[in-house]
């Protein structure tokens, strides 16, 4: 149990354009989702919180407008990276929490953004 | 601030030897969760440490959550190639939904 999926695996697009993310809870329903950001050889880095129904809520320094997360069921986050440019090439990652477990997260096996 | 000190950052070692690595924090944790994760790939969650002095075995792997809730420590004995990966502590604090605090993660290298 505590699958979460991520589609696509990988993405390569050229900049100034869109690219959507989805994360998907197969074998749950997830309240709250999060997503992740990861360079290379590096930690995690929290963007922000994903709560069904409502606005997410974004860690310091992130761009809502440029990073469009969109919660809008208790199985399906989205992440649309708007406008995109080199700089946002990243491997791009994604949980979810348990009901009644909400401090451990299950993670998707993320999403490698190339922008070209 | 990186409110979760991991060490050591890499570890390169022979199959069968003996490690630990470890998590220390100034801040307190209501929980305290070990991931591994391969390249590529999302990280996996191992254990979930809550009570403060607890100890859990999972297979070869033995976690501890210090008695303050303010640092942890994991023990891998006689390491094996399929161990190898990025090992994350990663610290919650409050109730209801927690966002996690990531230490910078340590990465183990098993040799044959």
């Known amino acids: 149990g505590a699958v979460v999926s991520q589609h696509p695996s990988w993405v390569i697009c050229k900049s100034g354009t869109s690219v959507k993310i989805e994360c998907r809870s197969l074998d749950f329903q997830a309240t709250t989702m999060f997503w992740y950001r990861q360079f290379p050889k590096q930690s995690l880095m929290l963007m922000a919180t994903s709560n069904e129904g409502s606005k997410a809520t974004y860690e310091q320094g992130v761009e809502k407008d440029k990073f469009l997360i969109n919660h809008a069921s208790l199985t399906l986050s989205t992440l649309t990276v708007t406008s995109a440019h080199p700089e946002d090439s990243s491997f791009y990652i994604c949980?979810?929490?348990?009901?009644?477990?909400?401090?451990?997260?299950?993670f998707g096996p993320g999403t490698r953004l190339t922008v070209t | 601030t990186q409110l979760l000190e991991q060490s050591p950052q890499f570890l390169s070692i022979q199959e069968g030897e003996n490690l630990t690595v470890y998590c220390n924090s100034s801040?307190?944790?209501?929980?305290l969760q070990w991931y591994r994760q391969e390249p590529g790939e999302g990280p996996v969650l191992l254990v979930t440490v809550v009570t403060g002095g607890e100890v859990k075995k999972l297979k070869r792997l033995t976690f501890q959550f210090g008695d303050a809730r303010k640092d942890s420590s994991l023990h891998i004995t006689a390491a094996q190639p399929g161990d190898t990966g990025l090992y994350l502590c990663?610290?919650?604090?409050?109730?209801?939904?927690?966002?996690?605090?990531f230490g910078k993660g340590t990465m183990l290298l098993v040799s044959p």
């Open positions: 949980s979810a929490s348990l009901p009644g477990y909400s401090y451990e997260q299950y």
């Open positions: 801040s307190v944790f209501s929980s």
């Open positions: 990663a610290g919650a604090r409050g109730s209801g939904y927690s966002t996690l605090t």
